[in-house]
């Protein structure tokens, strides 16, 4: 996702998770002759407004999510906000983050759990200057890269990448530059950056700088990218509203799928400047690039999550040291919700 300024609350949230012990959301009991309102849950869409969060703004408008049986509440969190942390607190009941970043989250004490995929694919992608000699993941080797910091989808696809072109990080110069990578790699401040092929690299042609972009393995990744995550407490007491709002979402990155430019229409709605011409081409350029990561290869929008992706996150995870130890992946995630 766009900028996401983010640090896994870690210990901090679990504690607080304890604290709160079963801080769920539940739908008013109904009474004789009333009808229950439907839930109302918190959805968490980590930091700014963005076009890349369209599928929900649409499923909002359009009342897909109330058809589904919820009327969910839209939040962005703020930017140095953690990005379990109000989930734990159960100031939110869901979250749209990466599989990786929850399962090391729950490697650290949170229950959580994945209930959809929300991109079929991981956006992580190396990026070099058009003009660069690095054409392969193994010529990063002696130069510098790039990064918003050691953590988060950016670092773990970076892992992913120098076990790619079998290197370590000894082999290569890992800079931590904020997000900045754009500006970092213009004034060629670093050799190489890793970014978002729906971000970064949009932005890089957008602003007219050219570019090459690295997948960061042959064939499938070891991670999983970004999911629907609740946690395992609220999913379990409030299975109804869970499926309410996979559904309502998944209904919602069809529609974005299907009718691109209704999807911007809707969404300047919700993401301040949108209606500036310069700021819809740029969303518009953004979008083409994110509705790939939606579907699947056949073009097919599917929440389904994978067994075998998530036991080898898990694998790659516990080798790297990006979790203190192997993760049971059984448990974090469920595709008990969907349809």
């Known amino acids: 996702m766009k900028n996401r300024r983010h640090l896994l609350a870690g210990a901090t949230a679990a504690l607080v998770l304890a604290a709160t012990g079963c801080a769920t959301t539940t739908a008013p009991s109904s009474t004789p002759g009333t009808t229950a309102a439907p839930p109302s849950p918190t959805i968490g869409l980590t930091y700014i407004p963005n076009v890349q969060f369209s599928p929900f703004y649409v499923a909002e408008t359009d009342g897909s999510f109330t058809a589904a049986g919820a009327k969910p509440t839209l939040r962005h969190h703020g930017a140095s906000e953690g990005l379990f942390t109000a989930l734990a607190a159960g100031q939110e009941q869901f979250v749209v983050a990466g599989g990786d970043e929850m399962l090391q989250a729950r490697s650290e004490g949170l229950d959580l759990v994945a209930v959809s995929a929300y991109y079929r694919s ?27 910091g050691k953590y988060g989808e950016n670092w773990f696809g970076l892992q992913v990448a120098l076990r790619s072109a079998g290197l370590t990080e000894a082999d290569v110069k890992v800079q931590e530059i904020g997000y900045t990578q754009q500006a970092a790699l213009t004034t060629r401040k ?6 978002f ?84 081409q740029s969303a518009r350029a953004t979008l083409a690039a994110t509705v790939p990561l939606w579907t699947t290869a056949d073009g097919e929008v599917d929440g389904r999550l994978d067994a075998a992706q998530w036991t080898a996150m898990a694998d790659f995870m516990a080798a790297q040291g990006l979790t203190s130890a192997k993760v049971d992946p059984t448990p974090a995630f469920s595709n008990d919700y969907l349809g």
């Open 197 to 280: 092929s729906n971000n970064e690299a949009v932005q890089f042609a957008e602003g007219g700088f050219a570019t090459r972009s690295l997948p960061i393995a042959d064939g499938q990744v070891p991670l999983v990218g970004i999911c629907l995550i609740t946690t395992a407490e609220y999913a379990k007491s409030n299975p109804e509203a869970v499926k309410a709002v996979t559904n309502g979402m998944l209904a919602g990155i069809k529609s974005v799928v299907t009718e691109p430019d209704r999807a911007l229409e809707v969404s300047a709605g919700y993401i301040p400047g949108l209606s500036a011409a310069a700021a819809q």
């Open 190 to 195: 670093v050799d190489a950056i890793v970014g």
């Open 122 to 148: 991981y956006p992580v992608v190396v990026i070099v200057p058009a003009d660069s000699g690095i054409t392969t993941l193994a010529g990063l080797k002696g130069h510098s890269v790039g990064i918003p």
